[in-house]
């Protein structure tokens, strides 16, 4: 069970999965710094709550932003001081800052301040939303699970405090704590509700949508991307729209409804024009359905340009496997040795365990169509384990697919990749069917974005 720790013991956590670095390349003693007062502001916060129940018949403190009052950062009396000394180390991440000129970040300057009025717990509450995202996408993150749990004691019922769960459940499905993050997901729904917020509403319904797709539920995770589709257009969202159509693409092409998968996929990529990582995510998915096609052109053109939009692990990982999968179809055996040895440097790393499972079990895929059987079974082996240690029940079925695949035929295979079924899969890529129109149109434009051997003379 995922329990948060301390913040220096949560970094610590942190740099150990991330093998032979000394640091997370990013603001790391900014973080810890804004997450240790978070964790002191969350236990002044808890002392004040056991302080307000023993108080029988007094009555309570209305706070600054209205409602009853528990928490340091919603008193009348206490306010400015937390307010302040969380701006201040919060300030790096501060999109519209409430004190005037800003020092730099973690500096505070009295002088150019005084009379300064202390920002809003709103605008408190992004700035660690977003300092925890930033946090998160660098890898610490049991650091950013420890900085919105101590944001959550803080901004309780605050409007869009519901988005702190929705990250702390982001993160715990990262971890593969899926248990952890569908618990968070409903917590953050009932948060949103209690404090009208529609639009977290709908990121806990994409959420559970994930968590559901992880455990191979297919029909509860369609139910849930629909109603966070319904809610998005209620509201006007777009953000929410791209997701919910993102993961409309991921189920209708599980389900094997392809046609309507790339339909939704490229709705999801014109709403993500300028968002790199959000484009290469969705490209990756659409990389998918066209592996389940046969597509494999398209596939790899997808896949590369997945891939070479962003440095993410977390995104890299999936795209590099399903463009081995392509390449290995197209019986290029140069690029498919170049992809895996990337993919190799990319596994070292022991966060994220499923992405980590997934490009195991492709690469197996992958060595396996060239014949290349001791590989196959080596990498499909690993991914079962993977699979099994975090119960993705899914990935578990499709590694152990693999794996009994390559250990059927290793007895007769030969000892070093072929590029034998390469001219098969591109005559059953000409030979495909004519698809619906929406359809055809999104393989042949991915089939036309940019040239994967960029990609590969760079990976």
Same mark, same amino acid.
């Given at each position: 069970?995922?329990?948060?720790?301390?913040?220096?013991?949560?970094?610590?956590?942190? /740099?150990?999965?991330?093998?032979?670095?000394?640091?997370?390349?990013?603001?790391?003693?900014? !973080?810890?710094?804004?997450?240790?007062?978070? *964790?002191?502001?969350?236990?002044?916060?808890?002392? $004040?709550?056991?302080?307000?129940?023993?108080?029988?018949?007094?009555?309570?403190?209305?706070?600054? &932003?209205?409602?009853?009052?528990?928490?340091?950062?919603?008193?009348?009396?206490?306010?400015?001081?937390?307010?302040?000394?969380?701006?201040?180390?919060?300030?790096?991440?501060?999109?519209?800052?409430?004190?005037?000129?800003?020092?730099?970040?973690?500096? !505070?300057?009295?002088?150019? +301040?005084?009379?300064?009025?202390?920002?809003?717990?709103?605008?408190?509450?992004?700035?660690?939303?977003?300092?925890?995202?930033?946090?998160?996408?660098?890898? *610490?993150?049991?650091?950013?699970?420890?900085?919105?749990? *101590?944001?959550?004691?803080?901004?309780?019922?605050?409007?869009?405090?519901? +988005?702190?769960?929705?990250?702390?459940?982001?993160?715990?499905?990262?971890?593969?704590? @899926?248990?952890?993050?569908?618990?968070?997901?409903?917590?953050?729904?009932?948060?949103?509700?209690?404090?009208?917020?529609?639009? *977290?509403?709908?990121?806990? !319904?994409?959420?559970?949508?994930?968590?559901?797709?992880?455990?191979?539920?297919?029909?509860?995770?369609?139910?849930?991307?629909?109603?966070?589709?319904?809610?998005?257009?209620?509201?006007? &969202?777009?953000?929410?729209?791209?997701?919910?159509?993102?993961?409309?693409?991921?189920?209708?092409?599980?389900?094997?409804?392809?046609?309507?998968?790339?339909?939704?996929?490229?709705?999801?990529?014109?709403?993500?024009?300028?968002?790199?990582?959000?484009?290469?995510?969705? @490209?990756?998915?659409?990389?998918?359905?066209?592996?389940?096609?046969?597509? =494999?052109?398209?596939?790899?053109?997808?896949?590369?340009?997945?891939?070479?939009?962003?440095?993410?692990?977390?995104?890299?990982?999936?795209?590099?496997?399903?463009?081995?999968?392509?390449?290995?179809?197209?019986?290029?055996?140069?690029? /498919?040795?170049?992809?895996?040895?990337?993919?190799?440097?990319?596994?070292?790393?022991?966060?994220?365990?499923?992405?980590?499972?997934?490009?195991?079990?492709?690469?197996?895929?992958? !060595?396996?169509?060239?014949?290349?059987?001791?590989?196959?079974?080596?990498? $499909?082996?690993?991914?079962?384990?993977?699979?099994?240690?975090?119960?993705?029940?899914?990935?578990?079925?499709?590694?152990?697919?693999?794996?009994?695949?390559?250990?059927?035929?290793? +007895? =007769?295979?030969?000892?070093?990749?072929?590029?034998?079924?390469?001219?098969?899969?591109?005559?059953?890529?000409?030979?495909?069917?004519?698809? $619906?129109?929406?359809?055809?149109?999104?393989?042949?434009?991915?089939?036309? @974005?940019?040239?994967?051997?960029?990609?590969?003379? =760079?990976?």
């Amino acid at each position: 069970m995922l329990a948060p720790l301390p913040p220096l013991d949560a970094y610590r956590e942190d /740099l150990v999965g991330a093998v032979g670095r000394t640091d997370l390349g990013g603001a790391d003693a900014e !973080w810890l710094l804004l997450a240790q007062e978070l *964790a002191r502001a969350a236990r002044a916060a808890a002392r $004040a709550r056991v302080r307000l129940s023993r108080a029988k018949g007094k009555p309570q403190e209305r706070g600054v &932003d209205g409602g009853t009052d528990v928490s340091p950062l919603r008193s009348a009396e206490a306010t400015d001081p937390w307010r302040v000394r969380l701006a201040m180390l919060s300030s790096r991440w501060d999109a519209s800052p409430a004190l005037g000129a800003r020092a730099a970040p973690g500096v !505070w300057d009295a002088s150019r +301040h005084q009379g300064a009025t202390a920002p809003s717990v709103g605008d408190l509450l992004s700035n660690v939303l977003r300092a925890a995202e930033e946090a998160e996408e660098a890898g *610490a993150l049991r650091l950013a699970f420890s900085m919105l749990t *101590a944001g959550e004691a803080l901004f309780e019922d605050a409007p869009g405090s519901a +988005h702190l769960s929705v990250q702390r459940a982001r993160i715990a499905r990262k971890l593969g704590e @899926l248990e952890v993050a569908e618990a968070l997901y409903e917590r953050a729904a009932r948060t949103a509700r209690r404090t009208q917020d529609a639009g *977290a509403v709908g990121r806990a !319904w994409i959420g559970r949508g994930i968590v559901a797709r992880r455990r191979g539920n297919y029909p509860a995770s369609r139910a849930h991307y629909q109603r966070a589709l319904a809610v998005g257009r209620r509201i006007g &969202d777009a953000d929410l729209l791209r997701d919910a159509h993102h993961g409309m693409l991921i189920v209708s092409g599980a389900s094997g409804d392809h046609a309507r998968a790339l339909v939704h996929g490229w709705e999801a990529f014109q709403r993500s024009q300028g968002d790199a990582t959000k484009e290469a995510e969705i @490209l990756g998915n659409l990389g998918a359905v066209c592996t389940l096609l046969e597509a =494999h052109e398209a596939g790899a053109g997808a896949y590369g340009a997945a891939a070479s939009r962003t440095a993410s692990t977390r995104v890299r990982l999936p795209a590099l496997a399903g463009l081995a999968v392509c390449l290995a179809h197209l019986g290029d055996v140069e690029g /498919l040795e170049t992809v895996t040895a990337h993919l190799e440097r990319l596994l070292v790393d022991e966060s994220l365990p499923y992405e980590r499972a997934t490009a195991l079990t492709r690469l197996g895929e992958a !060595w396996g169509v060239l014949s290349a059987q001791p590989r196959a079974v080596g990498y $499909a082996e690993r991914g079962l384990a993977l699979a099994r240690e975090y119960a993705f029940h899914e990935l578990t079925f499709e590694a152990d697919a693999v794996l009994s695949g390559a250990r059927a035929v290793a +007895h =007769h295979a030969p000892t070093g990749p072929t590029a034998a079924g390469a001219g098969a899969d591109r005559s059953a890529d000409a030979a495909a069917p004519p698809r $619906a129109g929406g359809a055809a149109r999104v393989l042949s434009s991915l089939a036309m @974005l940019p040239d994967r051997s960029a990609l590969l003379a =760079h990976a």
